[in-house]
């Protein structure tokens, strides 16, 4: 075996705990507390496991779509997590975030440097089946608990529905029949009073 | 589309939200405060992706190894975190567990409910070589923390050598190589002073 092969992993393994303190804005179910980048990786995988049915493309990998999300926030590490409905933090948002990918995957030895980057740059591409259908889960999720906790971190943005529609419409070029569900549930918000109209 | 199908399915991803709540004893590497499942569950699917050369069984199947990983913990949510070195909580673990998958994959559509037992129980049977290869990660895991934090949860608890040796060894069943440089890792943090003998 390769010692030195080996530490680079390791390094990078120890390195990539910090995603467990990049908070994000969404609320735990619970709303006890944000839930981190990392939590949040792992929600959305197993997301991917249980809705792999909606997909658009159904002979698509799902290897590849667990591996995209599991690594697809890693660059909040430097970069931070950026509000989605933040417009100003947005503008320089790819400049901070490729420079993050920079560094961090150059942890790894080259060949999975190498790897690691293709999968994140293809999730930010979103043009291939599965980066189009993680992307859709990576939308998914946090409506979900915004409608579960009565738009409680929409309210505190001051977040409207054209800011959710507009946000979140590309749901479905991933999975159509679940953005058709997620507009249902953003109508019903609005007309609970969740979300601003 | 099945709305009822759906429903169920959101259910579960939002019932499985808790897990971000259950604290086990691992430090974060920072020292901060303690990992939660979920975000353990993340890590260790990390390592998955990157530690796949070192599988005993080369033609191992990635895709099964990531499943098993995000959901072995989700038991958790009602059976709670059982510390590895505490004997007594052990002894209940595995019906305390079964009762707990009974209830959270019938959350699921019903055929959905059965894969992912079988993904459990696999992982739980520590039979094959996948299951073998991500139970040797979700031991390396909290061995890199203990050594990266100069073993603090190891010294809070009181651990000896011994049991790290006992509880980890099996790490050898699912990736030989891993255990190899553990064992040495773990003569070092006796030699250091980290792991009392």
Redesign the interface.
């Known amino acids: 075996?390769d010692w030195q092969r080996?530490e680079r992993?390791?390094a990078?393994?120890?390195e990539?705990?910090?995603?467990?303190?990049v908070y994000r804005r969404t609320y735990?179910?619970?709303t006890?507390r944000f839930?981190?980048s990392?939590?949040h990786?792992?929600?959305i995988?197993?997301?991917a496991?249980?809705?792999a049915e909606?997909a658009n493309n159904p002979a698509m990998d799902?290897?590849r779509v667990?591996?995209m999300l599991?690594?697809h926030d890693l660059v909040e590490i430097d970069a931070g997590d950026t509000f989605a409905y933040d417009k100003a933090a947005r503008e320089d948002k790819a400049e901070r975030e490729q420079g993050a990918a920079d560094r961090l995957f150059s942890l790894?030895p080259e060949d999975?440097a190498a790897e690691f980057r293709i999968l994140w740059d293809e999730f930010e591409s979103r043009k291939t089946g599965e980066a189009k259908f993680a992307a859709a889960l990576d939308r998914l999720?946090p409506l979900?608990?915004n409608l579960?906790t009565h738009g409680k971190s929409w309210q505190e943005h001051g977040v409207r529905k054209f800011q959710v529609v507009s946000l979140n419409r590309h749901m479905a070029e991933g999975a159509a029949?679940l953005w058709?569900?997620a507009s249902k549930w953003i109508e019903k918000a609005v007309e609970q009073g969740d979300l601003a109209e």
Request: no cysteine; charged share 15%.
């Open positions: 075996m080996l992993q390791v990078f393994i120890l990539i705990d910090r995603l467990k303190t735990l179910t619970d006890s839930e981190n990392a939590e990786s792992w929600h995988a197993v997301m496991m249980v809705m909606y799902l290897l667990l591996k599991l690594i790894l999975q999720q979900l608990h579960y029949g058709t569900f």
